[in-house]
């Protein structure tokens, strides 16, 4: 018998009432190290190092996570196909269904294409500056969205900052980078600033986002700026970091208030990586060669 | 193998299940709302075995957690520590309440660590101490309706899971 355990732990069936609380201590020192891990990602983005490579490990946890779906569309795909042929053998009307639903599949590849070639209409210049990547995970917290792709090492050579693109126009950029995984910050998170030009009044600005589904805002206008309601932003590319010409909001709401020396602009999102699966990375040259 | 080790291995391997079912991607707004099934599997642990779960076990989870959903590295471990103490402080109390009870405390302690998450640690917002807006505490109270309504599957499950597999 553990010198902890108590004798009714032997007497009573239900042991669990003899059992100790953990020690104080050992939960003060837990709570210490966390505290520790919490500010040394806030100081020192320790977490932008580790956090891909810990991802990569995770990666195995996603596929199995999506191995149930893949193989019950597995099996609905060969009961079904079973059906097609038993009703082909039977009835031409049968055949006409099974037409019908190689068809609706014919559409979804053609509407995946349809996606894809506007995605690499948007690519400007040389095309070879571009990798495609795949969504794997977005994170729960939609406040700080972040996006994971999967990486091909072999093939792609991207790296931290470079900018990712959806057929819309800009939605982030890399923050981190492991073997097999890459972590994007949204254009829509409350950390990412992003130097933007208007369309018509030409005006220079940065935007800050809000979270996913939100508005976001620009910073720091002046009363006397002139932007106009609906006029689209482009991003500028001062900073470095975005390339620019590339659209990323419209402007939604412009208010005036007299207790503010600023002006309140919001501005909605032209893109979402919500219901899309695949983005562009634009290797950034001057951070890459 | 040696009984001790056999349980826990077992319960790691309940909880890893938590960990497959949180790192499914949803493709709408549900994945905003969905209830975190490793806190749910922590905390029914805690409550039905708590000298097999520890400290150590909340902490890894939590890191893991953070590294899956790219959250402030330790900051899912604090809270996870937090609720395994406050779990095996009050687990006398908590697992005799008829299952709706805890179901109820479960959306409070929900709607807690959602609201934490909300917190903004990197200063993004030079006003605000949290992020958090209408929005998101809608989404916040569908999280905590979600993850109490879906207490009673997990607790039910994972206690046919221990007395099938678990010997104490």
């Keep these: ?289 | 193998m040696n009984k001790a080790l056999k349980n826990r291995l077992l319960i790691y391997l309940c909880l890893f299940i938590g960990l497959i079912i949180d790192s499914y991607n949803f493709s709408n707004i549900f994945q905003f709302i969905k209830p975190s099934f490793v806190l749910l599997i922590l905390i029914y642990w805690n409550m039905a075995l708590p000298d097999k779960v520890g400290i150590t076990t909340a902490l890894l989870f939590g890191v893991l957690i953070d590294l899956l959903d790219s959250s402030l590295l330790g900051l899912h471990g604090l809270l996870f520590v937090l609720i395994t103490y406050l779990c095996q402080r009050f687990f006398y109390q908590f697992r005799i309440t008829p299952i709706w009870q805890q179901s109820f405390l479960i959306f409070i302690l929900a709607i807690i660590v959602k609201q934490i998450l909300a917190f903004d640690f990197l200063d993004s917002e030079v006003n605000r101490t949290n992020l958090s807006d209408n929005y998101y505490f809608i989404n916040t109270f569908y999280y905590a309706i979600l993850s109490s309504i879906s207490w009673a599957p997990v607790y039910y499950l994972c206690r046919l899971y221990r007395r099938r597999w678990v010997k104490t």
């Design chain 1, 1 to 289: 018998m553990l010198r902890k355990e108590h004798k009714v732990s032997h007497i009573s069936s239900e042991a669990i009432f003899a059992t100790p609380t953990m020690k104080p201590a050992k939960v003060l020192l837990s709570l210490v190290f966390c505290f520790l891990l919490i500010l040394t990602d806030i100081n020192y983005k320790s977490s932008e190092i580790l956090r891909a490579y810990g991802k990569d490990i995770l990666t195995p946890v996603i596929y199995i996570a999506k191995s149930p779906v893949f193989i019950f569309n597995k099996v609905i795909d060969f009961f079904n196909s079973r059906q097609d042929l038993r009703f082909t053998i039977n009835a031409l009307e049968q055949e006409n269904l099974k037409l019908k639903s190689k068809n609706s599949l014919m559409n979804e590849i053609s509407f995946k294409n349809r996606r894809l070639n506007s995605l690499e209409e948007s690519i400007e210049g040389n095309q070879n500056n571009y990798y495609l990547v795949k969504k794997k995970f977005l994170s729960t917290n939609d406040l700080k969205p972040v996006m994971t792709v999967g990486v091909n090492s072999r093939e792609e050579v991207f790296t931290k900052n470079n900018a990712v693109l959806s057929e819309k126009g800009l939605l982030g950029r890399i923050i981190s980078q492991g073997l097999l995984n890459a972590e994007v910050m949204l254009v829509q998170d409350s950390r990412s600033l992003v130097p933007v030009v208007s369309s018509t009044s030409r005006l220079h600005a940065i935007l800050q986002g809000s979270g996913l589904s939100r508005l976001g805002h620009l910073n720091n206008i002046k009363k006397s700026a002139e932007f106009k309601i609906g006029e689209e932003l482009y991003s500028s590319g001062l900073g470095g970091v975005y390339p620019s010409g590339y659209p990323v909001a419209k402007i939604k709401t412009i208010k005036d208030n007299p207790d503010s020396e600023f002006l309140d602009i919001q501005v909605s999102f032209l893109q979402s990586p919500i219901d899309q699966d695949y983005f562009l990375v634009k290797k950034n040259i001057q951070t890459n060669e």
